[in-house]
């Protein structure tokens, strides 16, 4: 009700009225903000490694590509071809979506060590292996299957080869043996870890005549962080052996490429005869068709055969080395 002219507001009034001003002028109240969580963090420990420690256990690692190739290589009876394509530390739920559906895996125990890893790959590169593996020609298993219980013990023979070597290239953690587990069909749908453990991964890229794939281990980063990489590089021990010495040359020896070929015969022409050569003109090689071809290992012949055709391929059939 609004008061005549001619009445003054009382002090009271006054009072009030400005109150019901200064409240209206007023800002809502701040909304509290959420406590942040606090973590620990051990620098004497740290819990992810450098782009220059990624990269030295990446060399610690370099020869678990062309081991796992040679392994590959005897079970599918065909020259596979292995590289180390990526060192990576990541969480394992950022893995499984990186890894999506339609994978399959082991995964496998360190033991004694209790430490626990996981090997995956698509079910595809998995399914074009075991058929070569059984004598097939690498072709994909149609539908969504899945391996039999027999399948799969076969299919183990792969993954073993594949992580195989890990106890002496990761020898610094302790001695260990790796421990296959079950088969698993759907890696999404097992909870081997947490989503939030920290994963140390490699990646393998397998490239074969049947097509390629990756194939990817992961373990905690707990164990590989026992692998010290601040000395983490060539592995040089003052008290190294002879025996071992000579061992470890045994082992890189019997992994070094070495280029073959055959030859199929040699011919000398003179350079006015090379100048005039056109497609359709023959040479004559020095070599009858009954006669056996060289087989030149690094250039030099090793070994005698007679050329032939195998799975579609030419190939020679060695008959003396």
């Known amino acids: ?18 109150e019901h001003i200064e409240k209206k002028g007023e800002a809502a109240p701040e909304r509290p903000e959420e406590p942040r969580r606090v973590e620990s963090y051990d620098f004497f420990r740290p819990s992810r490694f450098t782009r220059s420690e990624l990269e030295k256990l990446r060399r ?26 990526s060192v990576e530390q990541m969480k394992w739920q950022s893995i499984l979506d990186e890894i999506g559906e339609g994978s399959v895996g082991f995964g496998f125990e360190m033991t004694p ?53 890990l106890p002496d290239l990761w020898r610094d953690i302790g001695k260990f043996e790796i421990q296959l587990g079950a088969y698993a069909q759907d890696v999404q ?17 397998m490239q074969s005549e049947m097509g390629s794939g990756q194939v990817a281990i992961a373990v905690p980063f ?13 592995r040089q021990t003052a008290a190294t052996s002879p025996e071992a010495v000579q061992a470890a040359l045994r082992d890189n020896l019997q992994m070094a490429p070495l280029a073959v070929s055959a030859v199929l015969g040699t011919a000398e022409i ?4 090379l100048l005039t050569l056109e497609p359709g003109d023959v040479l004559m ?4 068709i009954e006669d056996p071809v ?28």
């Not at 610690?60 to 394509?85: D, P, W, Y």
């Not at 749908?189 to 890229?205: A, H, N, R, T």
């Not at 090689?285 to 009858?288: K, P, Q, R």
Request: aromatic share 4%; hydrophobic share 45%; charged share 25%.
């Open 60 to 85: 610690i690692n370099i020869n678990l590509a062309s081991r796992a190739g040679l392994n590959a290589s005897r079970l599918m009876r065909s020259a596979v071809k292995a590289q180390l394509v």
């Open 285 to 288: 090689l020095g070599t009858n």
């Open 222 to 234: 707990d164990v590989v962080r026992s692998l010290s990489p601040s000395t983490v590089g060539p």
């Open 270 to 273: 003179g350079v006015r005869r």
């Open 189 to 205: 749908s097992i909870g081997i870890f947490p989503p939030g453990e920290d994963m140390f991964e490699l990646v393998l890229l």
């Open 113 to 165: 060590l209790e430490h626990r890893g996981v090997v995956t790959m698509k079910a595809p590169f998995a399914s074009s292996c075991l058929d070569r593996m059984m004598g097939g020609e690498g072709a994909a298993k149609s539908g969504e299957g899945g391996f039999t219980d027999l399948e799969a013990k076969i299919f183990r023979r792969f993954v073993l080869g594949v992580v195989a070597p």
């Open 1 to 18: 009700m609004t008061p005549p002219a001619d009445r003054k507001l009382s002090k009271d009034e006054v009072a009030a009225l400005v």
């Open 294 to 321: 060289d087989v030149r290992i690094n250039d030099r012949v090793k070994a005698w055969g007679y050329p032939g055709v195998a799975r579609g391929r030419i190939s020679v059939k060695l008959i003396e080395t």
